[in-house]
Each structure stands twice: as structure tokens, then as C-alpha cells.
């Protein structure tokens, strides 16, 4: 109750308050316009919350990340297109609800859905961290050491059919995080004698040229869509009326979404994934799945915003981020000198517990907010995309330059930036770079420590928890190849099931050659020996 | 008919091969300068040494865009992966336009130049009417207005300014 009153106390500021306001309703409406997405615009604010407080700078950020997917849920049903890549599933069953005359139904079932399930992993979360705060000490070096790496390589098995580039990719970005000076031994690593890389290449400008100034490329390279949007009719509460009738899928869809959240690089798709499939599997009415089904509809929403809030944990309880956001506000952290991990939940829980809160407010206040202004806000949809570009072309330049007034960070965020779009143009996934360089940057620091006190290679695995993600690793390595051996084996199955022979010219040539000599043999025979 | 390999790729083919062989060699490239690039720490352990994790991050890029290229279902080279590098390539403008950006805000200030830079590129993408180019000149003013004089991000003053009279060069300074 102490730590609850505290963590109401750091909340009751004006700044605080405003922070709220502005995040929750720059989230959604950033979330509502296809094309931008909570990653760009955090990648764009992020320099501009280093010189406000931390718990400032984090609520603006959560803001934007936890209710952006509320936004992006608008478009995904009134046009068929998701606001945010995590509402593609919303378009699912949303989408065929707004082409037969129900969009107000819809929206508001995604909408109480949403809330549901961010506030169902708030007080999940609030519920759990006394326990979190009693692992989070047992995690040492060699511990945080095996989480990152086990938050990398689930990044890359979670990628199905692209490990292989996202290993690459990940790759990339250790290799990134390593150029500059090396801080021990104080020796240069790939600087080339080059006085800018001499400090490295800094994590925002990667991420902003990842994110935002590739986006810009390619909604500046792209076309401006014709959009049609639905005259809205109805009651906005009918959601809530709608929701209490499905409260299994609900509860359970939530508690995915929180499960997932909480495992580095696993995220809202997966969450997402598994909880459609378990309401389909479950429901009464099946074939109504991807034809505008409610219960679809609620299981895509209530796990994906039941995600933010959940993926919060390893990055505040072991300081390591499980997806591109939460990597982007670790920065946030370090900046001001607040260490996440073990050390935070033992000594300023205070400060979880009201991240904790910031986030169950900006629930409510989206929510509210959505109920009364939605016809106001789908508006935002119908901003041309190329425009979008210009605009975000421009605001990229405020987060690269107000870092450190350099031309050089300016440079590689736009070479960066051609390297993201070449990745979108392909369908590969950006996010392991990230997280590789985040990630990577950890294990580096965490490695050298642990193995300071390492005999035998044992010795690395000998602690309880150590040896449980060892195993972990384990496992996730030994699924994947499995995985990767029972595909294999099934492309050979179909190879060989469509195996025909040659339709050449030649093939069949010879094939008629091979008919006429037997023909002729035969008949060769026949006179000869009859 | 499309083999099994190729049903099964995740992504579009254009430009696969392009990319591929380019990530992959650029990593070869690096690798072989790690001698050159990094120092081996006599007495220090392999975990500690300041090669270790460029080495890590190299070897991963080299084995698995390797493997990624090896296993790419397609060798040759098509008009399609052609087209897919000229897009590629456009994209230069837009580097372009925002690298001229950043080379003109600390001479002529931030306000001047975001106010031009937005109308132009506006009318660059085809934007020509009157009233794009005034929102576009709006919303470079309120991005001015947002990071600058609200937020105070750290964005010098232009040269231009110093030719401002006393009291109006020391607001722009500090506000636009």
C-alpha cells in the first residue's frame, strides 16, 4: 500500500498529467494514420524527452506506445488497412463488419476490447511485481547474459522462414554496437581512422534512420491512396454490452497477451496469433472467423494491447528490452541515469509501480477519449501519404540534429535509412538489427563480468536460474531445427509429388525416339524369329 | 511452375539476390580487416578481448547471409531485379534533399529553412496547389514552434541571425 501511495505521489504533477494527456492523444491519433506508427514517432520524440524528467519523458513514450494500437485499429476496420502493423489481424474481422453496415460496432467492440486488455495486465503486472522484485535480485551477470542472449536468439527463430537473414541481420547490429572505441582496454574497432566513429554509432540515430527516414523514403517513393471512409451510426457503448458476453476469450486472449509480452522478442503477433487461433478453436461458430466474427475480433485486440504493458518487465526488471520500443526507451533510462534491472525493483519500486499506474490512466484516458472523438478523428486517415513523407522527412531532422548538432549522425541516419527501406522493399525484418545492437551491447558488458569469476565452463551454468535459461536455450535452439528439419523434409515431399518429366523439346524427342527403336525392335523380332 | 522452394520464400524474389550478395560480401570484407581494425589484448581472456564481439557480429553476418544467400531458391538475375535497384537507387534524391536540409539550417537558422524546405519538397511530390503549400509551410512553422520554442531541443541558431537587430537576433536564437 506504501509503494502504491508513492507511486500515486510521483504521478500528481502538472507535467506528469499533461504528459499523459499528450501521449495518450498523440498516440492514438499517430497510431490512426497508416504509414506512421508508434516506432517512428517514438524514434522522433526521443531526443526531445532526454531534457525532461524520467518519469515525464517514459509516460510520453508509454503514451504513444500503449495506445497507438488503439488508433490503429480505425483504419484496420473502416479501410482495410491497419494503422499499426500489430492491428493486421483486427483488419481480419473488423473490415467485413464495416461492408455489412455495422463499422460503429466495430469500432467500439475494438475499442472495449483494447481496454480490457490493457487493463487486465496492469493490475496482472501491479499483482506480480512484489513477486518480481524477489526473482529480479537472483539474476547476476551470467544470468542477464544468457537472457539477452535467449532474447536474441528468440528474435530469430521468431521470424519463420527468414531466421536465417534475421540471425544475419542481428549480426549486424553486435557488429554495429561494437565499432568505436573499446571502453576497457581503450583500443579502436572498426573506426578506420575516422574521427566520427571514434564514439560509435549511437542507437537513436540507427533508429531513426531504421524507422522513420525509411518510412519517409517510402511513402515519398510511393502513391497516394483514394480512401472512401463509412459514415459512422450507432451507440458507442455497445462494445462494452458486447465484450461482457465473451468474457473466456477475453480473460484468456489477455493473459496471452501478457504471457508474450513478457518474453523478450515473442511480442503481439505471437500473441495475437495464439489467441485467435484458441478463440476459433473454441468457439461455437468458427466459420464466422475472418468474415466479421466478434470474437475474433476481440481476441486480435484484447492481446495485442495487453502486450505493452507486460513487455515493460524484462526491460525494467533485467534492463533488457524484448522488442525496437522498449530498446528505444532504454535510452530514456540511461540518459538520466535510471539503471533498469534488478536494482530498480528493489530500491525505487516507487517508480515501477507508477509507470505501472501512468499506463492504467492512459487507458481510461484513450478509452474516453476514442468514445467522444472518434468521428473527429477518422478524418486523420485521409492525410495523402506522400505529404505524410515530406512531414516526416522534416521531423527526422529534429531527432537525428538535436542529439548533438552532427552532420556526420545526420549522414548515417540517412544511410541507415536507404538500408531500412531496402529491408521493407524486401519483406525483411529491421527489428534484429535493433535489438542487436541494444542486446549485444549488453552481453558484451555482462560476459566480461561474469567471466571474471569463471573457472570451468560449468561454472557459468552452476546457479539455479542460470541453468534454467541454459536449458531454455536448449530447448529453443533444439525446436527450431526440428522445425527446420520437418520443413525440409515436407518441401522434399511436395518436390517429389510434382515431379514430372521434362516438358522440353529435346525431353520429348527423345522420349519418342526411345518409343519408335522399341517399336521398331520389336517388330525386328517378331519377323526374325517367328 | 513455381517450385516448392520458391512458393515457399517469405518476401518478394526482386532484388533478393542484389541484397544478398552484397550483405554478404560487405561482411567478408570487414572480416578480413579485423587484424587491421581491432587489437589482440595479450594476458586477457577470449571473452575480454576487444576483437571478440566484432569478430561474433562478422562471423554471424558472413555464416548466415551465406547460408541465406546459398539457399536463395533463385540464381539468375531478372529485368524485375533490375527495376528493384533503380528503385532503390531514387531513393538518393530523398537522401538528397534531407542532407541539403541539414546543411542549410545552421546557416540560415531552423525557422527559415524548415519553412522552405517543406513547401519545396511538397511541391517537388507533386503538391502545386496553394493550399498544400500553405499547410506544408504551417506544419514546418508548428514543428518550429513545438520542438524549438516548446521543447527546447538543442538546435543552434543560424549565421543569417547574426545580421538580426540585438533584441530580435537573441530570440531567434533562442526560439526559432
Redesign the interface.
Known amino acids: 500500500m506504501e509503494v502504491l501511495a508513492s507511486g500515486i505521489e510521483i504521478l500528481a504533477r502538472w507535467d506528469v498529467l499533461v504528459a499523459l494527456l499528450v501521449g495518450s492523444v498523440g498516440g492514438v491519433l499517430i497510431g490512426a494514420i497508416p504509414g506512421v506508427g508508434p516506432a517512428v514517432a517514438i524514434a522522433i520524440l526521443l531526443?526531445?524527452t532526454f531534457?525532461m524528467d524520467p518519469i515525464v519523458g517514459l509516460t510520453v513514450l508509454l503514451g504513444i506506445y500503449g495506445s497507438s494500437m488503439y488508433g490503429g485499429a480505425i483504419p484496420a476496420i473502416l479501410i482495410n488497412t491497419p494503422g499499426t502493423a500489430v492491428n493486421a489481424l483486427t483488419t481480419y474481422d473488423g473490415y467485413p463488419m464495416t461492408t455489412r453496415g455495422e463499422p460503429r460496432r466495430a469500432l467500439s467492440l475494438a475499442y472495449s476490447a483494447s481496454f480490457f486488455g490493457g487493463i487486465f495486465s496492469v493490475i496482472c503486472l501491479i499483482l506480480f511485481a512484489p513477486v518480481l522484485a524477489k526473482i529480479a535480485p537472483l539474476f547476476g551477470s551470467r544470468e542477464i547474459f544468457l537472457a539477452a542472449l535467449l532474447g536474441i536468439i528468440l528474435v530469430v527463430v521468431a521470424h519463420?522462414?527468414?531466421s536465417?537473414?534475421a540471425?544475419?541481420l542481428?549480426?549486424?547490429?553486435?557488429?554495429?554496437?561494437?565499432?568505436g572505441l573499446?571502453p576497457?582496454?581503450y583500443?579502436?574497432?572498426?573506426?578506420?581512422d575516422q574521427p566520427f566513429l571514434q564514439s560509435g554509432v549511437n542507437l537513436i540515430v540507427v533508429v531513426l534512420g531504421l524507422f522513420a527516414?525509411s518510412q519517409?523514403?517510402v511513402l515519398?517513393?510511393g502513391d497516394d491512396q483514394k480512401i472512401r471512409l463509412t459514415k459512422l451510426r450507432g451507440g458507442m457503448f455497445q462494445g462494452i454490452r458486447e465484450l461482457a458476453r465473451h468474457p473466456r476469450v477475453a480473460a484468456v486472449s489477455a493473459s496471452f497477451g501478457v504471457l508474450m509480452g513478457m518474453v523478450p522478442g515473442v511480442g503481439e503477433f505471437t500473441a495475437q496469433f495464439i489467441s485467435y487461433t484458441y478463440a476459433q478453436k473454441t468457439s461455437k461458430r468458427p466459420d464466422d472467423f475472418g468474415n466479421g466474427s466478434s470474437e475474433g475480433l476481440i481476441a486480435a485486440e484484447t492481446a495485442n494491447n495487453a502486450v505493452p504493458t507486460a513487455a515493460m518487465v524484462p526491460l525494467l526488471a533485467l534492463g533488457i528490452p524484448g522488442e525496437a520500443l522498449t530498446a528505444m526507451m532504454l535510452s530514456v533510462f540511461y540518459v538520466h541515469n535510471v539503471v533498469p534491472g534488478p536494482g530498480l525493483f528493489q530500491n525505487q519500486m516507487d517508480f515501477v509501480v507508477a509507470l505501472y499506474l501512468a499506463l492504467m490512466i492512459l487507458n481510461v484516458l484513450v478509452f474516453l477519449f476514442l468514445l467522444g472523438a472518434t468521428n473527429q478523428l477518422i478524418k486523420v486517415v485521409l492525410i495523402?501519404n506522400?505529404?505524410l513523407?515530406?512531414?516526416i522527412?522534416?521531423?527526422?531532422?529534429?531527432g537525428v540534429?538535436?542529439l548533438r548538432?552532427s552532420?556526420s549522425d545526420?549522414?548515417i541516419a540517412?544511410v541507415f535509412?536507404?538500408f531500412g527501406?531496402?529491408l521493407k522493399?524486401?519483406?525483411?525484418p529491421v527489428v534484429p538489427i535493433i535489438l542487436?545492437m541494444v542486446l549485444?551491447g549488453i552481453?558484451?558488458v555482462k560476459?566480461?563480468a561474469s567471466?571474471a569469476r569463471v573457472k570451468t565452463p560449468y561454472d557459468f551454468i552452476d546457479r539455479p536460474v542460470a541453468m534454467i535459461l541454459f536449458l531454455t536455450i536448449l530447448f529453443i535452439l533444439g525446436m527450431h531445427f526440428w522445425r527446420i528439419l520437418q520443413?525440409r523434409k515436407k518441401?522434399k515431399e511436395?518436390?517429389w509429388l510434382?515431379k514430372h518429366r521434362s516438358t522440353a523439346f529435346g525431353g520429348v524427342l527423345s522420349r519418342r525416339k526411345n518409343l519408335l527403336l522399341r517399336a521398331k525392335a520389336k517388330m525386328v523380332r517378331t519377323r526374325h524369329f517367328w | 511452375m513455381a517450385s516448392e522452394k520458391e512458393r515457399r520464400f517469405v518476401g518478394p524474389r526482386r532484388g533478393q539476390i542484389y541484397f544478398s550478395v552484397v550483405f554478404f560480401l560487405v561482411g567478408l570484407l570487414l572480416l578480413s580487416q579485423i587484424t587491421r581494425q581491432t587489437r589482440w589484448v595479450e594476458n586477457t581472456q577470449l571473452f575480454a578481448q576487444p576483437r571478440f564481439w566484432p569478430a561474433a557480429g562478422l562471423i554471424g553476418i558472413v555464416l548466415l547471409g551465406g547460408l541465406y544467400l546459398y539457399k536463395l531458391p533463385w540464381r539468375n538475375i531478372t529485368v524485375q531485379d533490375r527495376i528493384e535497384i533503380r528503385i532503390w537507387v531514387s531513393t538518393l534524391e530523398y537522401v538528397c534533399w534531407f542532407l541539403g536540409y541539414v546543411v542549410v539550417v545552421p546557416v540560415i537558422g531552423y525557422l527559415p529553412a524548415t519553412l522552405i524546405f517543406a513547401p519545396l519538397l511538397s511541391w517537388r511530390i507533386g503538391y502545386r496547389s496553394k493550399k498544400m503549400l500553405w499547410i506544408s509551410a504551417m506544419f514546418g512553422f508548428a514543428t518550429v514552434l513545438l520542438f524549438k520554442t516548446m521543447l527546447s531541443v538543442q538546435i543552434p541558431g543560424g549565421l543569417l541571425y547574426e545580421y538580426f537587430p540585438t533584441m530580435l537576433r537573441s530570440i531567434f536564437i533562442q526560439y526559432f
Not at chain 1, 171 to 179: E, H, M, N, T, W
Open positions: 531526443p526531445a531534457s519463420r522462414g527468414q536465417m537473414i540471425g544475419a542481428a549480426a549486424f547490429g553486435i557488429f554495429i554496437q561494437s565499432i573499446e576497457v582496454k583500443s579502436q574497432r572498426y573506426t578506420f527516414l519517409a523514403f515519398l517513393t495523402p506522400r505529404f513523407g515530406v512531414c522527412l522534416t521531423l527526422s531532422f529534429v540534429y538535436s548538432n552532420v545526420c549522414m540517412a535509412g536507404m527501406f531496402i522493399r524486401l519483406s525483411m542487436g549485444g552481453m558484451e560476459l566480461r567471466m520443413e518441401i511436395a518436390e510434382t
